[in-house]
């Protein structure tokens, strides 16, 4: 792989008053519903109350987002630490709504991947004898990063004043992460993805780089899968489901690039697509398009052995729901992308226990098996560097349960994993950094060109195994993703362990 190291390039009448000052209030009016305005302290230095009344900006855990209180607290102390011991620092952002992006990523996977990012500052701060220390700022973008332009832009504005030297996380693909991630990176600050899988985020324009794997690499690996299932069972039938919303670009690229990797692969595929459509009123109307691909899957008298679903994790949920309606037997897999989390994603608490406990009785009716291509799981760390015992993933255990607090089985959705392992590879590029250039002070420019060159014998040691970026691309290399079964919640509505290993795949370029 290549080792060059990349180098950004060097962008009066009365009447006509009363207009202009008509014009004026107009503009002031509009601007307020798009711009931050100030309140009297609500939010907090750098987070401030937009016109919808979301509290969204910049915090160093000064302010608490959504549930992440406690967990605020523990990165302002850390902070306030480094900035008491006087030795040089970066400063990495965490990018994301911190509320929640939408219905299928709820609040607490977004806390468990920024407990993942605090726990890398830990990590790399208390390394001995080592410099930069690193400050970790949370940047909220609201819900369905709805206010992510005003944010991003106080982020680039905190490049130079703050020594901002990169930018990580980026929970959900969608066109604002996009436009997001373009912004940022004409800005020239590097950017490493935790959790997005949209394949119009990579570009051979140097800047994006992430641990997660998009969803070319997902279609691959389970086309993959399916081709070895149909070799071990002839007659072994696969059928696909997709969801038609173009707004989308998560499921678009999720049935194309499936399309295509069953073309690559020889996967013989029903030549009946079966179609529904998800949209801004899903809540009123999903439900009933579902309803309807469940009966034409389960009231097949011999269903396919499989269902691709490409589809968001909300709704196969409802598909879900559907498939066991009336008691009703539908005894296939399912098998779909990294955003099946959001079956569970904003599920948490008391409130959501009765809807957990139908899930739970339909799914236990149908008989469903639900597999989906993770980004990665705890024991894709035991397969990458060989036994429990050789890698890093059990001291990172024992920090989250001790810093972070919480069930460990949480670690199992893989998210606070990426969201350690964004942040790390971001603050070891740093590290790199000081022995290339032999600088006193960092620059975001240095951070983007050692993560270029974060591959070979560079790469970096991560939770989830080996973190290494295709050169060209950004994209992740040299590592598997997880074949997971997303099993069903307990009768009471508890989602338990829920994350069951089924086998590392492959990832082929």
């Known amino acids: 792989m290549s080792t060059r190291v990349f180098e950004p390039p060097r962008p009066p009448r009365r009447w006509g008053l009363w207009i202009i000052s008509v014009l004026v209030a107009a503009a002031v009016v509009v601007a307020g519903?798009?711009?931050?305005?100030?309140?009297?302290?609500?939010?907090?230095?750098?987070?401030?109350?937009?016109?919808d009344g979301e509290c969204v900006g910049v915090t160093d855990g000064a302010y608490a987002f959504g549930n992440m209180k406690a967990l605020s607290d523990r990165i302002r102390a850390e902070n306030a630490k480094v900035a008491k011991s006087g030795e040089r620092s970066v400063t990495i952002a965490y990018l994301e709504a911190m509320a929640g992006g939408?219905?299928?990523?709820?609040?607490?996977?977004?806390?468990?991947?920024?407990?993942?990012?605090?726990?890398?500052?830990?990590?790399?701060?208390?390394?001995?004898?080592?410099?930069?220390?690193?400050?970790?700022?949370?940047?909220?973008?609201?819900?369905?990063?709805?206010?992510?332009?005003?944010?991003?832009?106080?982020?680039?504005?905190?490049?130079?004043?703050?020594?901002?030297?990169?930018?990580?996380?980026?929970g959900q693909s969608n066109d604002r992460t996009m436009s997001a991630v373009k912004r940022l990176r004409a800005a020239g600050l590097p950017m490493?993805?935790?959790?997005?899988?949209?394949?119009?985020?990579?570009?051979?324009?140097?800047?994006?780089?992430?641990?997660?794997?998009?969803?070319?690499?997902?279609?691959?690996?389970?086309?993959?899968?399916?081709?070895?299932?149909?070799?071990?069972?002839?007659?072994?039938?696969?059928?696909?489901?997709?969801?038609?919303?173009?707004?989308?670009?998560?499921?678009?690229?999720?049935?194309?690039?499936?399309?295509?990797?069953?073309?690559r692969a020889g996967l013989d595929v029903d030549d009946e697509v079966i179609p529904f459509r998800s949209g801004e009123d899903e809540e009123a109307t999903a439900g009933n398009a579902l309803s309807l691909v469940a009966d034409k899957v389960c009231g097949d008298p011999k269903p396919?052995?499989?269902?691709?679903?490409?589809?968001?994790?909300?709704?196969?949920?409802?598909?879900?729901?559907?498939?066991?309606?009336?008691?009703?037997?539908?005894?296939?897999?399912?098998?779909?992308?990294?955003?099946?989390?959001?079956?569970?994603?904003?599920?948490?608490?008391?409130?959501?226990?009765?809807?957990?406990?139908?899930?739970?009785?339909?799914?236990?009716?149908?008989?469903?098996?639900?597999?989906?291509?993770?980004?990665?799981?705890?024991?894709?760390?035991?397969?990458?560097?060989?036994?429990?015992?050789?890698?890093?993933?059990?001291?990172?255990?024992?920090?989250?349960?001790?810093e972070v607090g919480g069930p460990t089985t949480d670690l199992a959705s893989g998210q606070a994993m990426l969201g350690h392992d964004a942040t790390y590879t971001i603050g070891k590029a740093a590290r790199n950094a000081v022995g290339v250039y032999g600088t006193r002070?960092?620059?975001?420019?240095?951070?983007?060109?050692?993560?270029?060159?974060?591959?070979g014998r560079s790469r970096v040691r991560g939770i989830s195994g080996y973190i290494a970026f295709d050169p060209d691309t950004g994209e992740p290399v040299e590592r598997p993703l997880a074949l997971v079964e997303l099993r069903r919640p307990t009768d009471s509505g508890e989602a338990g362990d829920i994350y069951r290993f089924v086998d590392a795949l492959s990832v082929g370029r």
């Open 33 to 51: 519903v798009v711009q931050i305005v100030e309140t009297n302290g609500r939010c907090g230095e750098g987070v401030r109350e937009m016109a």
């Open 441 to 455: 002070q960092v620059t975001a420019r240095m951070v983007l060109a050692l993560l270029e060159q974060t591959n």
């Open 304 to 402: 396919p052995d499989v269902v691709y679903f490409a589809g968001r994790g909300r709704e196969l949920r409802r598909f879900i729901e559907a498939a066991g309606e009336g008691g009703r037997h539908c005894r296939t897999t399912v098998l779909s992308g990294s955003s099946a989390l959001g079956v569970y994603f904003d599920t948490g608490g008391d409130r959501h226990r009765a809807e957990l406990a139908t899930l739970a009785e339909r799914w236990k009716d149908s008989q469903l098996t639900v597999y989906y291509t993770a980004f990665t799981h705890p024991a894709i760390s035991k397969e990458v560097y060989g036994g429990a015992g050789n890698g890093p993933f059990g001291d990172f255990e024992r920090a989250y349960r001790e």
């Open 102 to 170: 939408s219905a299928d990523r709820g609040p607490e996977a977004t806390r468990q991947a920024v407990s993942g990012a605090y726990l890398a500052q830990r990590t790399l701060n208390a390394e001995r004898a080592t410099l930069p220390k690193i400050r970790l700022l949370l940047a909220n973008t609201g819900r369905g990063d709805r206010h992510w332009r005003p944010v991003v832009d106080q982020l680039i504005a905190m490049k130079d004043k703050e020594h901002l030297v990169a930018v990580a996380g980026f």
């Open 192 to 263: 490493v993805g935790a959790t997005v899988a949209a394949d119009g985020l990579s570009s051979r324009t140097a800047g994006f780089y992430r641990v997660s794997f998009p969803n070319r690499d997902q279609t691959a690996a389970a086309a993959g899968y399916l081709k070895e299932q149909q070799r071990k069972h002839p007659g072994y039938r696969v059928q696909v489901i997709r969801d038609g919303n173009e707004k989308d670009d998560y499921n678009t690229s999720l049935y194309e690039d499936f399309s295509a990797a069953a073309r």
